[in-house]
T-cell receptor
């Protein structure tokens, strides 16, 4: 069965600092990978996705993620965090492209001035 | 297009009562999904529809839960004889899948259920 691990429950960064959120997945083949953001009272919004091809994917709001097969990882990065990035971030995996998506437990990002 | 909408946004009910939630997907989307999200957890897949056909149900979906998508447009999720453990955010998402191409899932704002 597919699974996703987000080891960091809560991360605090200063505004303007760089950010990396970790995600590890478990699945036998190449999965479809996603990062979503959820702000309080808002629905989940897709930041970026990886299906195949270039292992460095660019997303919205200046985010990027890199797929590393050897490490079973799909870490999310942003070079300079803005206060509006404070939210909860979910990594997700879909094993067969049929969109039965399994989500991680999320990482809550706090941005301090 | 106004995106995926869900109604109601909040529902408080007493244990043992039945509740029904509605989801209106993006109009041209042929797939519709239901997820449940409890505090401190990520969304968990419950079920999904391709047009009006319910193609998969999670083991999380007990016999007290039923979902329908009668005309391949909006969907309803009913919970019978609610229990306190049913308290959660219920999320709906929709996507367009054509010719095997995987489309992005668009999520609604969710319905927050509180069972007292």
């Amino acid at each position: 069965a597919q699974s996703v691990t987000q080891p960091d429950i809560h991360i605090t960064v200063s505004e303007g600092a760089s950010l990396e959120l970790r995600c590890n997945y478990s699945y036998g083949a190449t999965p479809y990978l996603f990062w979503y953001v959820q702000s309080p009272g808002q629905g989940l919004q897709l930041l970026l996705k990886y299906f195949s091809g270039d292992t460095l994917v660019q997303g919205i709001k200046g985010f990027e993620a890199e797929f590393k097969r050897s490490q079973s990882s799909f870490n999310l990065r942003k070079p300079s965090v803005h206060w509006s990035d404070a939210a909860e971030y979910f990594c997700a995996v879909d094993s067969g492209g049929y969109q039965k998506v399994t989500f991680g437990t999320g990482t809550k990002l706090q941005v301090i001035p | 297009d106004t995106g995926v909408s869900q109604d109601p946004r909040h529902k408080i009910t007493k244990r043992g009562q039945n509740v029904t939630f509605r989801c209106d997907p993006i109009s041209e989307h042929n797939r519709l999904y239901w997820y449940r999200q409890t505090l401190g957890q990520g969304p968990e897949f419950l079920t999904y529809f391709q047009n009006e056909a319910q193609l998969e149900k999670s083991r999380l979906l007990s016999d007290r839960f039923s979902a329908e998508r009668p005309k391949g447009s909006f969907s309803t999720l009913e919970i019978q004889r609610t229990e306190q453990g049913d308290s959660a955010m219920y999320l709906c998402a929709s996507s367009l899948v054509t010719g095997g191409q995987v489309g992005e899932q668009y999520f609604g704002p969710g319905t927050r259920l509180t069972v007292t």
